[in-house]
């Protein structure tokens, strides 16, 4: 399976986009970040423990969570030698855009309370560095703002519990100037997330002495991100899930708006084809009946994901049925995501036939302990290793990578 295959030829293919500045400095503080897994031990010192707890998190007994890991271990690589790898690429073509790298940013909601500005923040580094970034309709910030500072920038959406709000947010995103639509189909309920619970995170965030000593004792964050974002942009709401302006992040009475999705179907994915003009990705598929089912009723791709391992305990991790989609959807762009944190599990992936994969918990915590500096460190870090090992594997371009690749242990 060709990582090219899907958008234009490559007669009329732009070129990757190299990065529009240089990097940004990182703090001294900060200099021995030398990997993904590295900006989540910075973030656990740096957070508040309920903040760190929400990102960190799985649901019941993590199973699927640590799943999502162990899939990777499951495959080795068989590597091919004396091949001239001097002009070897990690630019990739999807849904028409060429990009420098072959992951993305997911979407993750939130991401300004562990962050300043978490949302733009991501949106500007995936920008400076040509790679794709999802906005996460469980933002704290306007997706107006995100958009002017990403005008390339996709939008995830979950979709409202009636027909005339999803109609009305579709509107909205497309009034924003979003081209590209995420819908989330593994949330018909809130997975069961009770060690965040314990942790003392709920959303809305209820005040208490305990919250505030979680602050206290994290003064870089309280001061830095959540007291600067009261002071310059008022109490953070949910922006961006409706039409309309949601429930405040911090309240001893707002209920989080996110609405009972249990009753919706294939119906309402047809609406939402009717009047978006541009591609839509279906996101958290691990049936290849349902792919299927997408792709006939007009998906241009599909992202195959646990969604981290946050809803439904137990479910299989994404590496595990990805074959069985893309065999399903071949005229399609598919796509993985969850537990992805080194540039061989990209390449594993991309083995196994996804045209592309997204990481969302690393630039959360990147975002959070080192802003947009932070942010452009791990994408260059990630960038960097799926170069090196493309080098090691004998590939020069990411077309060239099939199951050959590998041996399945």
Known sequence: MHIDSIGPSSSTTPPARTPSAAPLRLPARLGQLLCLDDFEAAARRHLPPPVFAYISG?????????ANRAAFADYAFIPRVMVDITKRTTAVTLLGSRYAAPFGLAPMGLCSLSGYNGDVVLARSAAAENIPMVMSGASLMRMEEVVAANPDAWFQAYLPADEASI???????????????????DTPVSGNRENMVRAGF?????????????????????????????????????ESAYAHRGAPILSQTAVREMGDRGHL??????????????????????????ARQAVDHGADGIIVSNHGGRQLDGAVA????????????????????SG??????????????????FVGRPFNYAASVA?????RHAIALLQQEVSRNMALLGVNALSELDRSFLSEH
């Open 371 to 375: 802003g947009e500096a932070g942010v």
């Open 265 to 290: 179907n294939w119906d309402y994915f047809r609406t939402v084809r009717r009047i978006w003009p541009g591609p839509i990705i279906l996101k958290g598929v691990l049936d290849a009946r349902d």
């Open 58 to 66: 799985g649901v019941e007994r993590s199973e699927s969570l640590q």
């Open 318 to 337: 994404p590496m595990r049925v990805l074959p069985q989609v893309v065999a399903a959807c071949p005229e399609v762009p598919v796509m993985i995501d």
């Open 340 to 357: 992805i944190r080194r540039g061989s599990d990209v390449l594993k992936a991309l083995a196994l036939g996804a045209r592309f994969v």
């Open 167 to 185: 109609v009305a947010l579709v509107e909205r995103v497309k009034a924003a100037g979003f081209r590209t639509l995420v819908i989330t189909a």
């Open 202 to 238: 709920s959303t809305p965030l209820r005040p208490s002495l305990g919250l505030a000593w979680h602050g206290i004792t994290h003064p870089r964050w309280l001061f830095g991100n959540f007291l600067r974002t009261l002071a310059e942009r008022g109490m953070p709401h949910f």
